[in-house]
């Protein structure tokens, strides 16, 4: 049963420290989203890639958030310092090629104090 | 203005009701139009999807799409406790990236 696994499922930290969450694709998916979902906002693009390379990462701010995928198998989403109004799920998606399906981890609910 | 705009509800209903859900869109480009299903705490998952307009049918659930007023529509037949989430409606991006563009989601409760 392939599915998009993503760590940690929940992280509590303070406002200022670094911030890593990590997705692991369904193994063959060769391109990757990141989302942050809030109340507010809903479902907001972040960035996403192909075939490892980054191809948008205009929903993203640039200052604290950074975005790679060092191997097929793993994304990472780093926010250094993170701040309270990071706090939200962040989803990974993972699609294959030309597929109109995106298919969902569980998400990572960050909440930052 | 957002690109997709959807009511979020809640929606309420007793079981076995008929449900209707929707979106509007702004951009009269797109052509593929999903439709996620997102429990509580979880992630979304696809339930169906339509290309360009007309209806498609699969189980209790009818899709359909009126490009001509770029409105999107969800229907549930029979609706079930076990329908209770958010839906939220996808159209896919017109470029190469084929991203997907969300609406804010609609919750959705069904009252046994």
């Known amino acids: 049963d392939a599915r998009v696994t993503q760590t940690p499922r929940h992280k509590v930290t303070e406002m200022g420290q670094e911030v890593t969450m990590r997705c692991q694709p369904i193994l063959g998916h060769n391109t990757v989203f990141w989302y942050r979902q809030t109340m507010m906002q809903g479902l907001e693009l972040l960035a996403y890639?192909?075939?490892?390379?980054?191809?948008?990462d205009s929903g993203m701010p640039k200052d604290r958030f950074s975005a790679e995928m060092p191997d097929a198998t793993l994304a990472t989403l780093k926010i250094q310092p993170s701040e309270p109004r990071d706090s939200a799920v962040y989803f990974c998606a993972s699609r294959s090629g030309t597929s109109y399906e995106q298919y969902f981890g569980p998400g990572t609910r960050l909440t930052v104090t | 203005q957002k690109e997709v705009e959807q009511d979020p509800g809640p929606l309420s209903v007793p079981e076995g009701a008929i449900v209707s859900l929707n979106c509007t869109y702004s951009?009269?480009?797109?052509?593929?139009f999903m439709w996620y299903r997102q429990y509580s705490r979880k992630g979304p998952e696809l339930l169906m999807y339509?290309?360009?307009?007309g209806n498609k049918e699969d189980g209790r659930f009818t899709a359909q799409v009126d490009k001509s007023s770029k409105y999107i529509s969800l229907f549930i037949r029979d609706s079930q406790p076990s329908d209770s989430a958010t839906y939220l409606c996808?159209?896919?991006?017109?470029?190469?990236?084929?991203?997907?563009?969300f609406g804010s989601g609609t919750r959705l409760l069904v009252r046994p």
């Open positions: 951009n009269s480009a797109f052509q593929y």
């Open positions: 890639f192909r075939n490892r390379a980054p191809l948008d």
């Open positions: 339509t290309y360009s307009s």
């Open positions: 996808a159209p896919r991006g017109v470029d190469s990236s084929y991203k997907l563009i």
